[in-house]
């Protein structure tokens, strides 16, 4: 285990290992979703949505098409909930904890966007039909108050290379989802559980 010289605890001491902001990272920050921050919500298909509850953080995924994250105004966005695993877990934190935070990713493009603000939980039905798909409703729609919104540099994904179809690797490659339940509960039968998986996700996607 380190010991505490080797343990940072105090802003000052932070700042000194990084250095100076970097005066674009500070420029890049708005306080609305700017004309030039507009396609980069538009163009993503996927977002990660985190949130605090009473029993600590959570990051959960959200996609559908690009563009279902909808620009009301330049300060207020619309995220429908479609079907899941009913945990809400991000839900019942934003019932605790209002404040949100968004990393929008667009598949190909190195750079994402990052939206802070506060959400609230609505079941307005006129606001569930402007989501609907396939005649089914979000159960609810976020409706989140933008408070900061900046681009991230492409040296994350760069690294990573998320989008380089050489670093995929195949699906059989890790775990099934199957296999995980069993291995945690002996109640479900791996088998049983992957072989109906394809048919239950195309039949309540939406």
């Known amino acids: 285990m380190a010991d505490d010289s080797s343990t940072i605890t105090d802003l000052s001491a932070l700042e000194a290992c990084y250095g100076p902001v970097a005066k674009p990272s500070l420029t890049k920050v708005t306080d609305h979703i700017h004309a030039a921050y507009r396609p980069f919500i538009a163009a993503s298909p996927f977002v990660a949505l985190a949130t605090c509850g009473p029993d600590g953080l959570d990051v959960s995924p959200r996609g559908d098409p690009a563009g279902f994250v909808h620009i009301e105004d330049e300060r207020t966005l619309w ?24 990393l929008f990713l667009i598949p190909g493009i190195g750079e994402t966007l990052r939206v802070n603000g506060t959400a609230v939980i609505s079941i307005d039905p006129a606001l569930l039909n402007r989501f609907a798909v396939n005649n089914q409703l979000p159960k609810t729609v976020l409706t ?19 989008w380089d179809p050489a670093a995929h690797i195949t699906r059989e490659a890790l775990p099934s989802t199957g296999s995980i339940l069993h291995s945690i509960s002996q109640d479900i039968d791996a088998n049983a559980y992957d072989a109906a998986l394809p048919g239950r996700l195309k039949e309540t996607l939406y």
């Open 79 to 102: 995220l429908p909930d479609r079907r899941g695993n009913n945990r809400i877990d991000s839900l019942r934190n934003i019932l605790h904890d209002n404040r949100v935070a968004l």
């Open 144 to 162: 989140i108050t933008v408070e900061s919104v900046f681009f991230q540099c492409s040296r994350a994904i760069i690294r990573s290379r998320l």
